[in-house]
C-alpha cells in the first residue's frame, strides 16, 4: 500500500505523501487495513452481549497484535478474526463490502458514527483505553486530509476489498479442482505475533510511530534470542531503509540497522549506524528530556564506549583503546560511575588481549556490587571463573564462585546469565576431563525453559549458551561412538543456526571435527586432510594441530616435527596449556616411530607436569598412559602395569571410545610382556586376563570402527591364542585379521611402537 501514500498531492508539511507526526503531533494515519480493524471494532460494539465470553476473551486478546501490528492483508485479517469468532469475521467483511462497493459517502458517515462511541453515560470505549486511544488517533488523523486524500483513501480501500475478492476466488478455483476437503488450518498466536513475510512487507505501506515501536522492538528481541525467527539481513534493511526514509531521525530505527550490520560482519555500516543513532538522539533532545542537563555528554560517552566495543569485536585494538579513552575522560568528566564501570569492564578485555591481568577484574566486580549493579558484576565473575579455569585453579572452588554467581541470578531474574553459567560450567568440566559431569550440565540447561521466552509456546531462545552446549553434547556422543545421536545434534543445530547466523561457527567447527575424527578412525586420510582446511577457516590452531596428525599417520614424520615444534612455540606464547600438552603427546609419539624411545621421556613428564599444575585430570591420565607404554617399549612392563592403575580409572570413566580402546589394549600387551618372568600356570592365567582385556579393547574399537587398531588387536589375540594351543580361536581371529588387512594398507610401522 505504499503507493497509496505517495501518490497524494503534493503537500509542503508531507514527505511523500505521508505526514509527518512531528509536523502535526500525529502518530498515526488512515490506511485500509486501519479500516478493517475499526470496522472490527464497530462490529465488536454492537455486538455487546450477545458475544459469548469466550469468544469476547479470545478477540480481546487477539485485538492487541493486531492494533500494534503492521497492516497485513485482508484474508490474513479475515483468517485471524474467524479463529476467534466466525459470525463477527462474516459481519466484518460484509460492512467493508458494502463500504467498498457503496460510495464515497458511506466512508464519511462510518467516520461520523465512530465519534459515538464516547458519548452517553456509559460510553462502549474509554477515551483512554487501547481501543479508545486508537480510535481518537484514527478519527483525527481522517479529519486532517484533505478531500482529495479522503478519495485516494476511498480508492485504496476498494483496491484492498477487491484483491482479497480476487485471491479468494483463486482459492475457491484451486480447491474445485483438486476437489480437496481439508479444512483451513488454524492461526496460532505465533504466526500472527510473527513479522510479515517479506512479500507482505513489500506490498504494505509506511509503518505509524506506533507500529514502528513495535516492529522494532520486536526485531530487537528476536536479534537477541532468535535470531532464526528475524527477517532475514537483507530484507530487514530494506524495512529499516523504508522507516527511515520516512522519518530519518527515528534513532532506534538506526540502532536496529547497526544491530543488522554486526549480523554480517559489515564494519563499514554498522560503524555509520551507531553514529547516525547517538547523533539522532543529541539532536533530537531525548536524551535530555529524560536526564536533564546531562543527556548531551551522557550520549557522547555511551557513543564512545560503544564505539570500543565495535572496534573490540572486529579486532581492532588500536581504535578500540582510543576510543575507551576518550569515554573514561568524558564520564570522569561528569563523574558517572556507572559509565565508568563499564568502561572498566571493557578496559579488563582490552587488556586481556596483551597479558593476563585479573586485578582489573576483581576491582570491577567490587565496584559493580557497590554501585548495585547485578548483570555487570555477575559477568565479571563469569570472566574471573573462566580465567582462573585457565590458570588450573580446582574445580571446586571454581563451582563456588558460580554458585554465588547463579543466587545472584535468580535473585535478579537474570535468564541470559543463568543460561551462560550453565554453559560456562559446561566448560569446564570438559576443560578438567570430566565429561560426565558436563554431560549433566549440558542436560540441565537443555531442559530448563527459557525466563524471556520470545514467543509463545517458545520455551528456548536461539542462544550462544545454547549453541555452546549442543556443541558440546555432539561431542560427547561422537566420542562415545554415537554418530547418529551426534548427527541428529548437529542438524538440529544447523535449524536452530543457519549458517548465516552469528553464532554458526560453532557448530560448523565442531562438525568439521567429528568429522574428522571419523575419517582418521576409519583410516581414510585423504578425507581427513580436505578436512583440515575448513578447520582452520574457523580455528588456526586446531587446524594445524590436525593438519600434523594427518602428516604423522602418513608417515612424513620430518613435516609433521617441523609443523608440531611451531604450533609449541605460537601455543607457548599466547598460553594455549591445553593443547601445548597435546602437542607434546604428538611430539613424543612422533619420538616413538622414529625409535627415539629416551628422547619421548622428558617430553612425556613435561606434558605431565603441565597437565598436573593446571588440574587437567584427563590429559594427565592421557599422559601417564603414554609413560606407560614408554616404559613399556623400554622393557620395564612390570613398572608400567604399575603406573597403569593411576590412570585407568578416569579413562574409563569420562574418556573417549577410541582411549578406552588404548588403554585396554595398553594393559593387554604389559600383562603378555610381563608374563614372561611368570611360572608356567601364572603365565597361563596372565595370558587369559589379557585376552579378555583385548576382547573389551575389541569392543571399543568397534564402536567406533576404528579398523587399524581392530586389525591389531585380532593379530595379537591371533598369536595369544596360538600360543594357549586355542587353535579354533586362533584361525578364527587369524581370518578376521587377514580381511582387514588386505582392506587397509600396511605402512610397515612395528606393532609396537604405536600407542594409539
Known amino acids: 500500500m505504499a ?12 514527505t511523500n505523501g505521508v505526514v509527518h507526526a512531528n509536523v502535526f503531533g500525529i502518530k498515526d494515519w488512515v490506511t485500509p487495513y486501519k479500516m478493517a480493524l475499526l470496522v472490527l471494532l464497530s462490529e465488536l460494539g454492537r455486538a455487546g ?11 480481546n486478546r487477539l485485538l492487541l497484535p493486531l492494533l ?55 460510553p462502549e470505549v474509554h477515551k483512554t483505553s487501547v481501543v479508545g486511544l486508537f480510535l481518537r488517533h484514527m478519527i483525527l488523523a481522517y479529519n486532517k486530509l484533505s478531500f482529495s486524500q479522503v478519495y485516494k483513501l476511498y480508492t485504496a480501500l476498494q483496491q484492498y476489498f477487491q484483491n482479497d475478492e480476487k485471491k479468494t476466488g483463486m482459492d475457491e478455483s484451486d480447491m474445485e479442482m483438486t476437489n480437496t476437503e481439508e479444512p483451513e488450518g488454524k492461526m496460532e498466536k505465533e504466526e500472527l505475533d510473527a513479522p510479515l513475510r517479506e512479500e507482505e512487507i513489500s506490498c504494505s505501506g509506511p509503518l505509524s510511530q506506533k507500529q514502528a515501536e513495535y516492529f522494532l522492538s520486536q526485531q530487537a528481541a528476536l536479534l537477541k534470542n532468535d535470531e532464526t525467527k528475524a527477517l532475514t539481513p537483507a530484507s530487514l534493511q530494506k ?15 538506526h540502532y536496529l540497522s547497526y544491530l543488522n550490520s554486526l549480523r554480517v560482519q559489515d564494519v563499514f555500516s554498522s560503524t555509520h549506524s551507531l553514529l547516525h543513532y547517538f547523533d539522532r538522539l543529541i539532536l533530537t533532545g531525548a536524551e535530555s528530556k529524560s536526564n536533564g542537563d546531562e543527556g548531551y555528554g551522557r550520549s557522547l560517552r555511551y557513543a564512545a564506549l560503544n564505539l570500543a566495543a565495535l572496534h573490540c569485536r572486529f579486532g581492532h585494538y588500536q581504535q578500540a583503546e582510543l576510543a575507551l579513552q576518550e569515554a573514561i575522560r568524558i564520564a570522569q568528566e561528569s563523574n558517572d560511575h556507572v559509565c565508568l564501570q563499564h568502561c572498566l569492564s571493557w578496559l579488563y578485555i582490552l587488556e586481556q588481549k596483551i597479558f593476563d591481568s585479573c586485578v582489573l577484574l576483581e576491582h570491577s566486580v567490587n565496584k559493580s556490587l557497590h554501585f ?22 580446582a574445580a571446586n572452588k571454581l563451582m563456588d564462585a558460580l554458585k554465588d554467581s547463579d543466587l545472584l541470578h535468580w535473585k535478579h ?22 565429561s560426565t559431569m558436563a554431560l549433566q550440565q549440558a542436560q540441565t540447561l537443555l531442559s530448563m525453559n527459557s525466563l524471556e521466552a520470545v514467543n509463545v509456546g517458545v520455551q528456548q531462545n536461539n542462544t550462544e549458551s545454547f549453541a555452546v552446549v549442543l556443541c558440546h553434547l555432539a561431542e560427547l556422543h561422537a566420542e ?20 548465516n547466523s552469528q553464532h554458526a561457527q560453532l557448530w560448523m567447527l565442531f562438525d568439521q571435527k567429528i568429522q574428522f575424527e571419523r575419517a582418521m578412525n576409519d583410516g581414510r586420510y585423504h578425507i581427513a586432510d580436505s578436512l583440515v582446511a575448513g578447520i582452520t577457516a574457523l580455528n588456526s590452531i586446531e587446524g594445524i594441530y590436525r593438519k600434523a596428525i594427518v602428516l604423522k599417520a602418513q608417515n612424513q614424520m620430518s613435516e609433521a616435527h617441523k609443523l608440531l615444534q611451531k604450533l609449541l612455540i605460537h601455543c607457548q606464547k599466547i598460553k594455549n596449556t591445553e593443547m601445548v600438552i597435546s602437542v607434546l603427546l604428538s611430539v613424543a609419539e612422533l619420538y616413538w616411530r622414529s625409535s627415539c624411545h629416551t628422547i619421548a621421556l622428558p617430553v612425556l613428564l613435561q606434558a605431565l607436569a603441565l597437565s598436573r599444575e593446571y588440574s587437567l585430570q584427563y590429559l594427565a591420565s592421557e599422559t601417564v598412559l603414554n609413560l606407560a607404554f614408554s616404559q613399556l617399549i623400554l622393557g620395564i612392563p612390570e613398572q608400567a602395569l604399575n603406573i597403569l592403575h593411576m ?42 586376563s589379557a585376552i579378555l582385556n583385548l576382547n573389551e579393547a575389541k569392543t571399543y574399537f568397534a564402536k567406533v570402527d576404528c579398523k587399524e587398531q581392530l586389525r591389531d588387536v585380532l593379530y595379537f589375540q591371533a598369536r595369544l591364542f596360538h600360543t594357549l594351543g586355542k587353535t579354533q580361536e586362533r584361525n578364527k581371529c587369524a581370518m578376521l585379521f587377514r580381511q582387514l588387512h588386505q582392506e587397509l594398507p600396511a605402512h610397515g610401522v612395528p606393532l609396537i611402537n604405536a600407542f594409539k
Not at 8 to 14: A, C, S
Not at 413 to 434: F, H, M, N, P, V
Request: net charge negative; with cysteine.
Open 647 to 688: 590412570a585407568i580409572e578416569p579413562v574409563l570413566a569420562h574418556g573417549a571410545v577410541l582411549d578406552k580402546g588404548c588403554a585396554m589394549f595398553l594393559v593387554a600387551k604389559c600383562q603378555v610382556a610381563s608374563a614372561a618372568s611368570y611360572t608356567p600356570q601364572k603365565k597361563v592365567e596372565a595370558l587369559e
Open 413 to 434: 531474574s537474570l535468564s541470559e546469565l543463568i543460561d551462560i553459567s550453565i554453559a560456562q560450567k559446561t566448560a569446564i568440566w570438559r576443560l578438567y576431563g570430566r
Open 68 to 122: 500494534q501490528g503492521p497492516d497485513m492483508p485482508l484474508s490474513r485479517l479475515r483468517k485471524a478474526i474467524e479463529e476467534s469468532c466466525p459470525h463477527l469475521a462474516s459481519s466484518v467483511h460484509i460492512r467493508l463490502k458494502l463500504m467498498a462497493e457503496g460510495e464515497l459517502k458511506d466512508m464519511e458517515q462510518f467516520f461520523d458514527d465512530l465519534s459515538d462511541s464516547f458519548t452517553g453515560t456509559e
Open 239 to 253: 524495512e529499516l531503509n523504508n522507516l527511515l526514509k520516512f522519518n530519518p531521525d527515528f534513532a532506534e530505527a
Open 3 to 14: 503507493s497509496v501514500h505517495e501518490s497524494l498531492y503534493f503537500n509542503p508539511m508531507m
Open 480 to 499: 562415545q561412538g554415537y554418530f547418529a545421536a551426534a548427527s541428529e545434534i548437529l542438524k538440529h543445530l544447523k535449524e536452530r543456526f543457519p549458517p
Open 372 to 393: 548495585g549493579l547485578p548483570y555487570l558484576a555477575s559477568l565479571g565473575i563469569q570472566s574471573l571463573v573462566q580465567q582462573r579455569a585457565f590458570a588450573g585453579k
Open 49 to 59: 452481549t450477545q458475544l459469548g465470553l469466550l469468544e469476547r476473551r479470545r478477540l
